[in-house]
């Protein structure tokens, strides 16, 4: 049973067989990583057996600008890593500090 781990430097890893794989299944870049932003949540879709959908929730911040957005983006799996070709942003909402 393979397993999905995010965390630092906005990777999204695979433990497989309670090994940590070498090789991210998945590295988003410009990820704010900022206080209590950065990769938020994976979320694998209902049919993910069927159509290797995955649901990311994560901070984006362009390179140079000061402004961070939230995105949801969607994924296809293909085996241990992701379809390049298949990147999907969901949506997008902006994160305002208070």
């Not at 299944?25 to 209590?36: G, K, Q, S, Y």
């Not at 961070?68 to 890593?81: L, P, V």
């Amino acid at each position: 049973m393979a397993r999905f781990s995010g965390g630092e430097n906005s990777k999204l890893r695979i433990v497989k067989n309670g090994v940590l794989l070498s090789t991210p299944f998945l590295t988003i870049p410009n990820v704010d990583n900022f206080n209590e932003r950065g990769l938020l949540k994976v979320v694998l879709d209902p049919n993910f057996s069927t159509n290797n959908f995955l649901y990311v929730y994560y901070t984006y911040k362009a390179s140079g600008s000061s402004v961070s957005n939230n995105r949801i983006s969607r994924f296809t799996a293909n085996g241990d890593y992701y379809k390049h070709s298949s990147y999907t942003k969901a949506g997008r909402w902006l994160l305002v500090s208070i």
